[in-house]
């Protein structure tokens, strides 16, 4: 059984002549979907699902692997893993015109 996640990356300190290779080899542990230059940090982000097997732990060290032997070298690469299935919400019910006031 799989689990829901949203998953975002930052790499920095990276070579900025290897952001396709810094991507292609991403995608392949976990397709992350568009990329970005935002001032020199490379970014990604998309909803996706972890194999049951698998711990958050061990999908952001493969992830952050990936993009270090992409890049050549060390890198600052920051991943961020969010569970969806049981994320925090909050409900709210209106059921009349003195509720807005």
């Known amino acids: 059984m799989s689990r829901a996640y949203e ?33 020199g940090v490379l970014q990604a982000g ?6 049951s097997d698998e711990t958050e732990q061990g999908i952001s060290q493969k992830i952050a692997k990936a993009i270090m032997k992409a890049n050549g070298g060390p890198c600052n690469v920051e991943v961020c893993c969010l569970y969806l299935e049981y994320a925090p919400s909050t409900t709210y019910e209106f059921d009349s015109p003195e509720d807005f006031t």
């Open 7 to 39: 998953i975002s990356v930052k790499v920095s300190c990276h070579d900025n002549n290897r952001f396709l290779p810094i991507m292609e080899s991403s995608n392949d542990v976990f397709d992350m979907g568009e990329w970005s230059d935002e001032n």
């Open 46 to 51: 998309c909803d996706g699902y972890i194999h």
